[in-house]
């Protein structure tokens, strides 16, 4: 198989990784009762990252796993710290409903570890897409 065409496999199945992270994600908030209450709404936070991780992936089709996966805890991590930042037009942003689930609207550390996570979760999951879409 050709360089070019590997990775249009690899963009294709990160993206549809991508669309069934974010369902899972909506799921997450919209059945919270699905999920034991003391996770809250870190799942989410999770697959957000997750998400996050998929999209570069689709991104960097030929990166490393541990590329991939430092941009997406960078990526989380500057949207996390990027919520102290409180200016008019931003604020009102995240009060819509693309800007609460791009941007979020306060600041949590445990949504930093809720990343990890996600981004854990995603290093293995990556490494397996990476496989299935070599096959």
């Known amino acids: 198989m050709s ?3 590997d990775a249009s496999r690899r963009r294709l199945a990160a993206l549809a ?5 974010i369902a899972l994600g ?3 908030r919209h059945w919270p009762d699905a999920l034991p ?3 809250g709404k870190y ?5 957000w990252a997750l998400m996050v991780l998929f ?3 689709a991104l960097r089709p030929r990166a490393r796993t541990r590329d991939v996966a430092l941009l997406a805890m960078a990526t989380s991590v500057a949207v996390e710290v990027a919520k102290l930042w409180q200016a008019p037009w931003i604020v009102e ?3 819509t409903a693309v800007g609460h689930l791009l941007l979020g609207q ?3 550390w445990q949504n930093l570890v809720a990343y990890g996570v996600g981004v854990l979760a995603g290093i293995v999951l990556d490494r397996l897409l990476l496989r299935i879409a070599a096959a």
């Open 43 to 47: 799942p989410g936070d999770a697959l």
């Open 26 to 28: 909506l799921a997450s």
């Open 17 to 21: 990784a991508m669309l069934a992270t």
């Open 55 to 57: 999209g570069w992936r």
């Open 3 to 5: 360089a070019a065409a």
């Open 93 to 95: 942003f995240r009060h």
């Open 37 to 39: 209450s003391a996770l």
């Open 106 to 108: 306060v600041f949590s």
